[in-house]
């Protein structure tokens, strides 16, 4: 089945509130696709502004992180009912800049992805190997692992709206992109598995994401794999090039 493409820019924390409507408005007429879902995922200060910027273009709102409980004592955190009544509609969960350096491990992200459906917005969950276990081949089993945890207890229905971004950590901010050839298996790795954990018509709605280094140069080639239905975009997301991603 035809799945939707879907180009996701991750700001990372970058971008103070009035630079984000500025860069909002420098890429509007360049990420215009009917054909493609585009993703804003920025800071948590700059949904509000973001929201507003981009209301009556194709671009939709995704936040970087948010807590499992709906409201109380959590100081510094941000739940799924602010983002919603925000206008938030996706959520990145499990990015491994959260798992390295903030210590999240995989029942957080697996209550995450939980809650994020139970509240209405759409996870981007994140899993990719290290560059050491890419080196001793065993990124296959660590992938699979990520993705089975990850997905405990979470329904077939809900895993059709999954996006699901495949971020080899040893590709991010780097330079170093996955070769296409080398994304597509993974991609092609995690359709299986979930094929394997739910069923085949699943596997066929889930959207898989690459993430890495993805750039104007390379995304046609890594788009162009049967496996791959999009890209999740951190440095080049923050320029005039994230359009040419969007219409690779
Ligand atoms: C990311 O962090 O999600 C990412 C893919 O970053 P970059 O594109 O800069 O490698």
Redesign the pocket.
């Known amino acids: 089945m035809a799945r939707r493409r879907i180009i996701a820019g991750?700001w990372?924390m970058n971008k103070t509130p009035s630079e984000a409507v500025a860069l909002c408005a420098e890429l509007k007429d360049l990420v215009k696709n009917d054909d493609v879902d585009v993703v804003y995922c920025v800071p948590a200060i700059d949904i509000v502004p973001v929201v507003e910027a981009v209301k009556g273009t194709n671009v939709h709102v995704g936040a970087e992180n948010f807590y499992i409980v709906d409201s109380g004592a959590f100081t510094g955190e941000i739940s799924a009912p602010m983002l919603k009544d925000a206008g938030v509609e996706y959520v990145i969960i499990g990015?491994s800049?959260r798992r390295d350096i903030f210590g999240e491990n995989d029942i957080l992200i697996n209550q995450k992805v939980k809650k994020a459906f139970a509240s209405g917005l759409t996870p981007i969950l994140?899993c990719g190997e290290s560059l050491a276990l890419r080196k001793a081949d065993t990124y296959k089993e660590w992938i699979e692992r990520q993705i089975t945890w990850d997905l405990d207890g979470v329904t077939a229905d809900q895993v059709k709206k999954l996006v699901i971004?495949y971020?080899p950590i040893w590709?991010?901010?780097?330079g170093e992109t996955a070769t296409a050839d080398q994304a597509q298996e993974v991609c092609g790795l995690i359709r299986s598995l979930i094929a394997k954990l739910y069923d085949q018509a699943t596997a066929d709605e889930v959207r898989i994401q690459y993430?890495?280094?993805?750039n104007a140069g390379n995304a046609a080639e890594l788009l162009s794999k049967p496996d791959i239905d999009g890209g999740?975009?951190?440095?080049?997301?923050l320029k005039p090039d994230f359009g040419k991603i969007v219409n690779a």
């Open positions: 991750n990372k990015h800049e994140c971004a971020e590709a991010i901010g780097t993430g890495g280094s993805m999740l975009i951190g440095g080049a997301s």
